[in-house]
């Protein structure tokens, strides 16, 4: 694969990317912002929305998701999430914990997408729907645990004593980013 960013202006970008088909170059599309190889057939994107914060249901705040996907033979499919109720995560060790730090804070929470390759995002706002702030927390459910995932280069293992903008990359997660390539669990199976 050979890939090349362009520069959008202003603080974002555009990734291009190509893979040899019979000898023939193809065009990925769906390549988002900064794609990049995490090894074994997976890469991250970003995906960029304005939606931090609402002021009369209209959304501002540029923020930036990593959302995930995968190499097929026809190309990349992204990890759609379904949604997962809060007490089917409350079952998983770990997230009592950090349900609690959210709601101690004064959110409310709102989506929680379960993704395939065992990322769950839970979305949640201060204030209400329409004027309010919008934030989210990436867990990795490994070992029939959830932990955190620290963002932006923080050091923060754990949601004790951190501060949980530590653990955000702002705004709203979609159950998918590129709707057209995504590919949805069969459900959320608690190991």
Known sequence: ?????????????????????????????????????????????????????????????????????????????????IKITRQQLLKVNGAQAIMKVITKSGYTVDEIYYRANNIININYHSGNKKDGNFDNVTLVYKNGAVTPEAVYGSDSESLHGSNLSDFSYGGIYQAAFFRRIASYPDGFQIN
């Open 1 to 81: 694969m050979f890939k090349c960013e362009s520069d959008g202006g202003g603080s974002g970008s555009a990734s291009y990317a190509w893979y040899v088909k019979d000898g023939e170059p193809i065009e990925l599309p769906y390549t988002g912002m900064s794609l990049s190889y995490i090894g074994n057939g997976q890469f991250t994107s970003i995906g960029e929305g304005y939606d931090s914060n609402f002021t009369g249901g209209i959304g501002a705040g540029h923020t930036y998701k990593v959302y995930y996907l995968y190499w097929t033979n026809g190309g990349l499919k992204e990890y759609g999430g």
